[in-house]
């Protein structure tokens, strides 16, 4: 069986992590290791009507499979692409009648491949299915209960017709789902919208400071260098987002995915002074006052979540205005409960139009990511490409532009240059460079023609705050 384009790695046996992926050829930072299509992939249950169940992307108008009428897709082309994976779930959704779970679905099209290849190695995978990691040994009672349900529910869709396969390759194939699925985001990269089962990438472990990242592009998941990488170095990916203290990460990881991450960040807890940082000098605030102030930033967020969740904005700005006031005076500029809600209070502003205080949060916010993050992560490269976009609202060019390229020197390593979210950063990195020499030759004029402009078209709304993160790299079921 050929390796399909995984020439560039090797499996290897990583010490006290199992299976895990390393170099075989010198790397560069933005250079891809390797594409890897889906060897299965759904859309989410709650956007199975808005987003392509072939490439991913969400389109205004998709055409409906005639037959089933669930699937859908961008055009005739998407759906001819995805006839070989739909025509088994065709008539099963026909046959039962509705179209059941994201897993369910999952799971299905993973045994219907099985059917139609064979067990054992598939083109292209370095590892079997059946031999992926599946943690069933490791759920807990309420985990167990779940696997039950969605065991029984899957044995009602799956058709008498089909191949039947074991009680334990069916469970097997569940527990895969649940600590293995990789999230699909859309064509901007800026929403969960599925997932998938990519078995090369399953063999990269976990590092809270990875020398890998992976994007989803064009209808392949990418692995990416964030650095060099030589000869023989193992590739690591982050399961989880590096802004949290070090416990916090343990413990999400432990509950997640079952084992206890003993990176050099996690062991020698790098980075948490940073993100517990409180106000130095000589008015330097007793613990006391600081674990006040930190227990109310986390009733702030509690009370915050559920004011967005109604789409109070409003209040959402104020207990973000009232929280900042009582934590300036404590928490240091890196503080990660700061930075939470200088983060959300940008958002939220932006979208209500008031850019000058956006743009000032989001500055501060800004530069506390950038003494926290690897200078290469793809989180931080969104987030100083959305506060360069709140500069750029409020007439703020030359620092809007800065924000810009930076964000773009980022994304370039990160997303690579044919992503969508790249290309059109590059637009902007363009425009905003006009601008800003339009505004250093005549200040005055700029803004003259700049009102000019804004009268006469309608002003670009930001998009309505979400309470998603970004999308993160693996999928689990809550």
């Known amino acids: 069986m050929t390796k399909g384009g995984m020439e560039s790695v090797e499996l290897f046996t990583a010490e006290g992590k199992g299976r895990g992926l390393k170099a075989q050829k010198e790397f ?168 998938g089962i990519f078995p090369n990438l399953c063999q990269a472990n976990h590092d809270c400071w990875p020398n890998c990242t992976v994007v989803f592009n064009n209808g392949k998941i990418e692995l990416r260098a964030l650095n060099k990488i030589s000869p023989g170095d193992e590739l690591t990916v982050s399961y989880v987002d590096f802004l949290s203290l070090s416990e916090e990460r343990r413990k999400q990881l432990k509950k997640q995915y079952y084992f206890d991450c003993t990176c050099e960040h996690c062991k020698k807890q790098l980075k948490d002074d940073l993100m517990l940082a409180v106000k130095a000098g000589e008015s330097k605030p007793s613990a006391d006052t600081v674990k ?76 506390g990511y950038l003494k926290i993050y690897h200078p290469n992560n793809a989180q931080l490269g969104m987030a100083v490409m959305r506060a360069g976009v709140t500069h750029w609202h409020a007439g703020l060019i030359e620092v809007g532009h800065g924000l810009i390229c930076k964000a773009y020197a980022i994304l370039l390593i990160t997303h690579g240059p044919s992503h969508p979210i790249t290309k059109d950063l590059e637009v902007m990195r363009v425009q905003t460079e006009m601008e800003l020499r339009m505004f250093q030759q005549n200040e005055f004029m700029y803004y003259k023609m700049r009102e000019a402009a804004l009268k006469n078209q309608k002003i670009q709304v930001m998009p309505e705050p979400s309470n998603e993160t970004a999308p993160s790299l693996f999928h689990k079921k809550e």
């Open 292 to 367: 006040e102030v930190i227990q109310l930033s986390k009733d702030t967020l509690e009370k915050i979540n559920k004011a967005r969740m109604e789409g109070h904005y409003h209040e959402v700005v104020k207990l973000c205005r009232d929280c900042l006031q009582k934590q300036e005076p404590v928490l240091g500029d890196t503080n990660i409960y700061l930075l939470r809600i200088l983060s959300i209070a940008s958002e939220v502003l932006s979208y209500l139009q008031m850019f000058e205080e956006a743009a000032d949060y989001a500055k501060r916010m800004v530069d």
């Open 28 to 195: 560069l930072a933005g250079d891809v290791i390797f594409a890897e299509p889906a060897y299965a992939a759904v859309v989410f249950d709650s956007l199975t009507h808005v987003i392509c169940h072939t490439c991913f992307k969400r389109q205004e108008r998709l055409h409906r499979c005639g037959q089933c009428k669930f699937a859908h897709y961008c055009d005739r082309t998407c759906q001819r692409a995805a006839w070989l994976n739909h025509k088994n779930e065709c008539s099963a959704i026909k046959r039962h009648g509705k179209a059941p779970t994201e897993n369910i679905r999952l799971a299905a099209r993973i045994l219907w491949k099985m059917e139609r290849e064979g067990s054992g190695l598939s083109e292209g995978c370095l590892v079997p299915i059946e031999e992926l990691q599946n943690h069933v040994d490791s759920f807990g009672e309420e985990e167990k209960k779940e696997l039950r349900v969605d065991v029984e529910s899957f044995l009602e869709f799956w058709p008498p017709q089909c191949q039947q396969f074991g009680m334990q390759l069916i469970s097997h194939i569940f527990g895969v789902i649940s600590c293995n699925g990789f999230t699909l985001s859309d064509q901007r990269g800026l929403q969960a919208v599925g997932v």
